[in-house]
């Protein structure tokens, strides 16, 4: 079966894929991450990708991933609406993250 989402406009500009910073196996560095955020962003992207084609995201636990996306959605709040997060997920594992 064949999920199609809808996004409210095209994705566009430059949407860089990001690494996921840790400081252990399945330990996110936070402050790294915030870092790295402003880096990326205060660089003029439109955009951030995450868990991607970096290649980690695959052999990052659900938790993790789950981590990630709520300390970046947590770190990009109330900035330029043009600013869009992108990823990437089996469909199977989307029930689990967004729980």
């Known amino acids: 079966m064949v999920h199609t989402l809808t996004l409210p406009a095209p994705l566009r500009g430059i949407i860089p894929p990001m690494v996921t910073p840790l400081n252990d196996y399945d330990k996110m560095?936070?402050?790294?991450?915030?870092?790295?955020?402003?880096?990326?962003?205060?660089?003029?992207?439109?955009?951030?990708?995450?868990?991607?084609?970096?290649?980690?995201?695959?052999?990052?636990?659900?938790?993790?991933?789950?981590?990630?996306?709520?300390?970046t959605c947590n770190e990009v709040r109330g900035r330029d609406h043009a600013t869009r997060m992108v990823q990437r997920f089996q469909c199977s594992s989307l029930t689990t993250l967004s729980s």
């Open 29 to 71: 560095d936070r402050d790294g991450l915030a870092r790295l955020i402003e880096h990326i962003l205060d660089g003029g992207v439109h955009g951030l990708f995450l868990l991607g084609t970096t290649g980690e995201g695959p052999s990052l636990s659900h938790s993790l991933r789950k981590e990630l996306i709520l300390e």
